[in-house]
């Protein structure tokens, strides 16, 4: 017996053997090392992507900041400098073909509509909104807060052209022929959005507000997971690099606004409880879970969206030195848009609304009696511009570095083109990336970023077809695909969609 299993196991060994000599060669990874390498660059770009995408949020984070509070700090000091022009203006004598500059004017209708708007708010009732609001069951709630994150977007895209064209409609040149229907439409249909986007976003903060007292916390476990529903209908879509771009502006407006949402629901809900602080220390939680939520579905939605699109970390980069360029370009002395204005573009950040709603709710939750009270709001009211002025000057220096990074230096000297599309509409509109560079002119940033006055040319009249129509009117039916960051606004269609 021990014989047959010596024999049997010799036996065993020759067939071990004869199937090592047939697999002798084996299989080596280096054969493919092209596929392997590639592998490898995407666990590497979905390691940085948290990093680069954070860096993105946080400078966008602060030029939302920077535009919001400008409303705050520093309008309310523009239009007394414009009032204090026109009522000098007898006395001092006119000169010149413009009582303001237009960008006076567009001040003294931004200070204008706040007022105006923050006057009609004042007949709208937050508590009953709010009982109205916690009154509906949960699932109705859910698909309110989806039809009002719907109606932001669309309510906004519309809401920029309208105030863009009161801007226009109130400082085109005289000599020019107008075809608009005239200043006071335009703002009455100014005013009409902006008090409509500010209801709009009262529903959503009394929504957030009901979610956040309520005892089970079911709805705002409901609203979170909403967050994670966006990662299903992103992800698994072709993106481009405008895509990601537009998409990535949005991310930024969403999350600056859930910050001033959730200061909203923290200030209402502190005025319920006498401001005792304890009350805040159990709210901070709750605003710790939505503030995590929204970083971590960012960070997952853009991971996977880079890896399956093949988009490397580095357009981030790209991204920010967009965003930087605005800042830049907007304090040069030949700027022909405000920055506040150029972000709303950009991303979609309409400060006047959400202003509206904040002065509302800080007047109807904080009590000014008295002359220490008083003198407590100008201090506030000194540290708000102090934290403006400092912001600036951070963001103008981060911009300038990554302006230079990027080599866009030489863009900041061309002057935006002209034509008899853009001249009737909206200037601001036009894209400097289209423009032509003034001639004698470097390319140099320098440190302390005061940009010359650049030389006035004179801009060519547009030809005329064999009908007597521009040319350019034809062209706009057929516009070629936009490729420049520089030309990409939030709703601006890139391929075939808007993300």
Same mark, same amino acid.
């Given at each position: 017996k021990s014989k047959q299993g010596l024999d049997y196991v010799s036996t065993f060994i020759v067939h071990i053997k004869k199937i090592q000599s047939k697999n002798k060669k084996g299989y080596f990874l280096e054969h493919n090392e092209a596929k392997y390498t590639e592998r490898r660059e995407r666990? *590497? &770009?979905c390691m940085r992507i948290p990093k680069e995408l954070e860096k993105l949020m946080i400078f966008g984070f602060f030029l939302c900041a920077d535009a919001f509070l *400008? !409303? #705050?700090t520093l309008l309310p000091l523009r239009v007394l400098l414009a009032l204090l022009r026109l009522f000098t203006l007898p006395c001092c004598g006119f000169s010149g073909s413009r009582l303001l500059q237009p960008a006076q004017v567009c001040d003294m209708l931004k200070g204008l509509i706040l007022v105006l708007c923050f006057s009609m708010m004042h007949y709208v009732d937050y508590s009953?909104?709010?009982h109205l609001i916690r009154g509906q069951s949960v699932i109705k709630l859910y698909i309110i807060y989806n039809m009002l994150e719907v109606a932001d977007r669309l309510i906004s895209s519309f809401g920029q052209d309208i105030l863009d064209a009161l801007y226009w409609t109130a400082t085109e040149p005289k000599e020019r022929k107008r075809d608009s229907i005239g200043v006071i439409p335009h703002f009455v249909m100014a005013v009409s959005y902006v008090f409509i986007h500010s209801i709009l976003i009262m529903v959503q903060a009394s929504t957030l507000n009901v979610a956040f007292n309520s005892h089970n916390k079911s709805l705002l476990t409901i609203m979170m997971s909403n967050n994670f529903v966006e990662i299903k209908g992103s992800v698994f879509k072709k993106f481009e690099k405008n895509n990601l771009f537009q998409m990535s502006n949005s991310d930024i407006k969403e999350r600056f606004t859930s910050y001033v949402l959730l200061l909203i629901v923290c200030l209402r809900n502190?005025?319920?409880f006498s401001w005792n602080p304890d009350h805040l220390w159990a709210l901070l939680p709750d605003v710790f879970m939505v503030v995590a939520s929204e970083?971590? @579905? =960012? @960070? !997952?939605?853009?991971a996977f969206i880079t890896k399956f699109n093949d988009i490397p970390a580095d357009v981030y980069s790209e991204y920010r030195a967009s965003?930087? #360029? =605005?800042? @830049? %370009? %907007?304090?040069? &002395?030949n700027a022909y848009t405000d920055y506040s204005d150029s972000v709303a573009r950009r991303m979609g950040f309409i400060p006047l609304p959400l202003a509206v709603l904040l002065i509302r709710v800080v007047m109807s939750s904080v009590k000014v009696q008295g002359a220490l009270s008083y003198t407590c709001v100008f201090l506030f009211y000194l540290g708000l511009v102090t934290l403006k002025v400092l912001n600036s000057i951070v963001l103008l220096g981060k911009s300038c570095v990554y302006v230079k990074r990027a080599n866009m230096e030489d863009k900041l000297f061309e002057k935006p083109s002209t034509s008899s599309s853009s001249s009737t509409k909206s200037? %601001?509109?036009t894209d400097p990336s289209r423009c032509a560079k003034p001639p004698g002119k470097g390319a140099i940033l320098h440190s302390s970023l005061t940009v010359g006055p650049q030389p006035e040319t004179e801009l060519p009249e547009p030809s005329l077809s064999n009908e007597g129509e521009p040319i350019e009117a034809s062209e706009l039916k057929h516009k070629p695909p936009k490729n420049d960051l520089l030309e990409i606004d939030r709703f601006t269609i890139c391929g075939n969609r808007i993300d």
């Amino acid at each position: 017996k021990s014989k047959q299993g010596l024999d049997y196991v010799s036996t065993f060994i020759v067939h071990i053997k004869k199937i090592q000599s047939k697999n002798k060669k084996g299989y080596f990874l280096e054969h493919n090392e092209a596929k392997y390498t590639e592998r490898r660059e995407r666990v *590497y &770009t979905c390691m940085r992507i948290p990093k680069e995408l954070e860096k993105l949020m946080i400078f966008g984070f602060f030029l939302c900041a920077d535009a919001f509070l *400008y !409303i #705050f700090t520093l309008l309310p000091l523009r239009v007394l400098l414009a009032l204090l022009r026109l009522f000098t203006l007898p006395c001092c004598g006119f000169s010149g073909s413009r009582l303001l500059q237009p960008a006076q004017v567009c001040d003294m209708l931004k200070g204008l509509i706040l007022v105006l708007c923050f006057s009609m708010m004042h007949y709208v009732d937050y508590s009953m909104m709010y009982h109205l609001i916690r009154g509906q069951s949960v699932i109705k709630l859910y698909i309110i807060y989806n039809m009002l994150e719907v109606a932001d977007r669309l309510i906004s895209s519309f809401g920029q052209d309208i105030l863009d064209a009161l801007y226009w409609t109130a400082t085109e040149p005289k000599e020019r022929k107008r075809d608009s229907i005239g200043v006071i439409p335009h703002f009455v249909m100014a005013v009409s959005y902006v008090f409509i986007h500010s209801i709009l976003i009262m529903v959503q903060a009394s929504t957030l507000n009901v979610a956040f007292n309520s005892h089970n916390k079911s709805l705002l476990t409901i609203m979170m997971s909403n967050n994670f529903v966006e990662i299903k209908g992103s992800v698994f879509k072709k993106f481009e690099k405008n895509n990601l771009f537009q998409m990535s502006n949005s991310d930024i407006k969403e999350r600056f606004t859930s910050y001033v949402l959730l200061l909203i629901v923290c200030l209402r809900n502190m005025e319920q409880f006498s401001w005792n602080p304890d009350h805040l220390w159990a709210l901070l939680p709750d605003v710790f879970m939505v503030v995590a939520s929204e970083v971590v @579905v =960012d @960070v !997952i939605k853009h991971a996977f969206i880079t890896k399956f699109n093949d988009i490397p970390a580095d357009v981030y980069s790209e991204y920010r030195a967009s965003l930087a #360029f =605005d800042l @830049v %370009s %907007s304090r040069q &002395t030949n700027a022909y848009t405000d920055y506040s204005d150029s972000v709303a573009r950009r991303m979609g950040f309409i400060p006047l609304p959400l202003a509206v709603l904040l002065i509302r709710v800080v007047m109807s939750s904080v009590k000014v009696q008295g002359a220490l009270s008083y003198t407590c709001v100008f201090l506030f009211y000194l540290g708000l511009v102090t934290l403006k002025v400092l912001n600036s000057i951070v963001l103008l220096g981060k911009s300038c570095v990554y302006v230079k990074r990027a080599n866009m230096e030489d863009k900041l000297f061309e002057k935006p083109s002209t034509s008899s599309s853009s001249s009737t509409k909206s200037p %601001s509109k036009t894209d400097p990336s289209r423009c032509a560079k003034p001639p004698g002119k470097g390319a140099i940033l320098h440190s302390s970023l005061t940009v010359g006055p650049q030389p006035e040319t004179e801009l060519p009249e547009p030809s005329l077809s064999n009908e007597g129509e521009p040319i350019e009117a034809s062209e706009l039916k057929h516009k070629p695909p936009k490729n420049d960051l520089l030309e990409i606004d939030r709703f601006t269609i890139c391929g075939n969609r808007i993300d």
